[in-house]
């Protein structure tokens, strides 16, 4: 009787190298050489792991966490997730720098409920798509002290190291609990301010390009891939471009996209989709 060996795929995930053969993932830190492995949904320290730094070691078991996720059919997607006051999930995709943590910070200041500000996992359910928590602190610029000057009490908790120079916050309105989805939106940085309604092709393309476990031959790639496809084409879809006027005006810029009739019961009162604020 012959056996067929699992395909073997190397990837990439920020910092860390991944090599994936059936269930079992090997993680590499490749900058302290550190590796974290999982196999048989169990996490399991590799060469280099104990005498890593903490950061290096909590970024190796988030990314572990994540794959265990998978398991259980609840997927990872690089947005930040937020809940409007009336209800409604909303996530932010972007690239990193395209902005989530500064956005979901303005909205948590306007009374949003947090899911979470660069990672959120979903799970694709018969009456939509559910996101889960991760309640990390939000991760906020100190040079933006000016647009929130609260932040001038967290200087102290300032990490240096990290080029935008960002201290982890809480959320003032709180956490939210797992919310059905009710909209996605992917963003990035600009001079103007723009909110258009976008193609679910193009914005499955651009989660896809964010979610490199779709592409790894296991049994758990076809499912994420299912639900990434269930997303886009359930709620409505936008592209916004946000200039540094939306870290006030944030919270009215979707409330305006919330008119949109495809996503619900709008509301009082409703302003037309292109009146954002410019």
């Keep these: 009787?012959?056996?067929?060996?699992?395909?073997?795929?190397?990837?990439?995930?920020?910092?860390?190298?991944?090599?994936?053969?059936?269930?079992?993932?090997?993680?590499?830190?490749?900058?302290?050489?550190?590796?974290?492995?999982?196999?048989?949904?169990?996490?399991?320290?590799?060469?280099?792991?104990?005498?890593?730094?903490?950061?290096?070691?909590?970024?190796?078991?988030?990314?572990?966490?994540?794959?265990?996720?998978?398991?259980?059919?609840?997927?990872?997607?690089?947005?930040?997730?937020?809940?409007a006051p009336d209800g409604r999930a909303w996530l932010l995709a972007g690239e990193s720098g395209s902005g989530k943590s500064t956005l979901t910070y303005a909205l948590a200041r306007a009374g949003w409920k947090v899911l979470g500000d660069d990672g959120v996992p979903i799970e694709q359910r018969d009456d939509g798509v559910l996101a889960y928590p991760s309640r990390e602190p939000i991760a906020v610029s100190i040079e933006l002290s000016d647009a929130f000057p609260e932040l001038r009490e967290s200087v102290g908790n300032v990490n240096w190291a990290d080029p935008r120079h960002r201290a982890p916050l809480g959320a003032p309105a709180g956490y939210a609990s797992a919310t059905r989805v009710g909209a996605l939106a992917l963003i990035r940085r600009s001079s103007r301010d723009s909110l258009t309604t976008a193609s679910p092709t193009d914005v499955l393309a651009a989660l896809i390009r964010q979610s490199p476990t779709v592409l790894l031959h296991d049994a758990h790639a076809a499912r994420q891939l299912t639900a990434l496809a269930a997303l886009v084409n359930s709620v409505p879809v936008f592209h916004i471009e946000h200039s540094p006027i939306q870290l006030h005006l944030i919270a009215t810029t979707l409330a305006e996209a919330a008119c949109t009739p495809d996503i619900g019961p709008p509301p009082t009162p409703c302003s037309p989709l292109s009146a954002m604020a410019r």
């Design 1 to 83: 009787m012959s056996t067929v060996a699992a395909q073997r795929t190397s990837w990439r995930y920020g910092p860390i190298d991944g090599v994936t053969s059936g269930d079992d993932t090997l993680l590499i830190h490749t900058e302290e050489r550190a590796e974290l492995r999982l196999r048989g949904g169990r996490l399991s320290p590799g060469r280099g792991y104990r005498n890593a730094s903490a950061d290096t070691r909590r970024e190796l078991r988030r990314l572990g966490a994540i794959f265990q996720l998978r398991e259980h059919g609840l997927f990872h997607l690089h947005a930040a997730g937020v809940v």
